[in-house]
């Protein structure tokens, strides 16, 4: 007892000395008031052992007060009114902390995802040649079309796509490319292509443009080294065997090409067959090839330093075949094998779309912006195969050329058609509806405001003043719609689409 009335005197004292330093107190001031008690340096170590010690002194009716020693400071902190009250506010602030933590993620993962700007309007594809003439030669060119860039701004279009301007014959409207790094000369020059970047990204425009990877021109120097088995480039093309006997080929197989007959050409230079799904003077690469897939890259990074926004990979479904080559099935399983030789009388199931073929090729890889792709399939379901799966990104959207195939334009098969794409895309994918198609003539522009909530009433809504004025609600609720517009006459140019 006497021992901790001894202690109390202590802390006592030095209470006094503080409340009479108007409660600023130093330790020297602590030191010379234990001093002053006549303890030594053995004693202020037991005091100090007293008051951080198991027995608890009473403190009834002294309160804390500011510059309070750390011992005394510990002896107050320790006593439940403090120490509850601090507990409870350390855990709510570690609660507050994790509940932050946890809505931002929940904000991150639930929040719509912002447009890229494919997604914020209609595409204008144009076919140069015959869009606008600039210099009254008879071919439409690259200057024609940075002259009308103020016609397409006028019709609220965000990208411009323009089909093949390679050096490259006129077969097959220019995709036989015989260098994929040169501006045909019909359309101008490279710095024309330049200027016309420029011009288009000062409109606010953006640029995709036609790539074809499945094949060349026979003119193209990769064939040329390819046919004299020159080096890498012997395998760069698609050889077989075969025979040649009396003026008639013998192929490897039954393929046939696109435009009838066999797909399979002697090369007597070679004296092999050569693959072609298209014209015999468009050679198919082997796209198996590393040495092909990087010259495509190669080819890409080309153009994306030249400032273009993304590409357009053609006939994609026609990339691989199968490495067995295996005979086709006939559609009519009793016709003569000899007597066919039109592209519709074969079943395409190891020349298109090869499943574990096409997937092996990531193909988003060579495009850091945009690429969409023409694979036109024959089902909805195969052609939006080329979305990808939703760990293997591949197209940022396969071109959808379904409402342009319609025999009979009516809403129900509008309907339909919508309907199919839309429950047959993957989920999160970004559908576009191509709305007139570009292997034909003249075509009225109509633009579809299309409405992705209407089949997905979880998804995004509502329009906003910084998105496109194609979400205009047709069924009172929208996003925007990455449309397609063919033009291909300029003379015939529509008057811009009015929009509410
Ligand atoms: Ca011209
Ligand atoms: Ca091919």
Known sequence: MAEDKSKRDSIGMNMKGCQTNNGFVHNEDILEQTSDTGSSADNLQHSNTSILGSQEPDFKGVQPYAGMPKEVLFQFSGQARYRIPREILFWLAVASVLVLIAATVAIIVLSPKCLDWWQEGPMYQIYPRSFKDSNK??????????????YITALNVKTVWITSFYKSSLKDFRYGVEDFRQVDSIFGTMEDFENLVAAIHDKGLKLIIDFI????SDKHTWFQL?????????????????THENGTTVPPNNWLSVYGNSSWHFDEVRNQCYFHQFMKEQPDLNFRNPDVQEEIKEILRFWLTKGVDGFS???VKFLLEAKHLRDEIQVNKTQIPDTVTQYSELYHDFTTT???GMHDIPLDQYSTEFMGTEAYAETIDRTVM???L???QEADFPFNNYLTMLDTVSGNSVYEVITSWMENMPEGKWPNWMVSPHASTVHNVLLLPLQENRWNPGGGGGCSESRSRHCTPV???????AGVWWHDLGSLQPSPPKFK
């Open 226 to 242: 390819s046919r004299t088995r020159t080096g890498k480039y012997t395998d760069y093309y698609i050889w077989h065997d075969c």
């Open 313 to 315: 990979f053609d006939a």
């Open 354 to 356: 090869q499943v574990g």
């Open 475 to 481: 069924w009172s609720h929208s996003v925007a719609q």
């Open 213 to 216: 990877p499945n094949h060349t």
């Open 386 to 388: 080329y979305y990808g």
């Open 390 to 392: 939703p760990f293997i």
């Open 137 to 150: 030669d008879g071919n439409g060119d690259l200057k024609g079309i940075q002259d009308k860039l103020d």
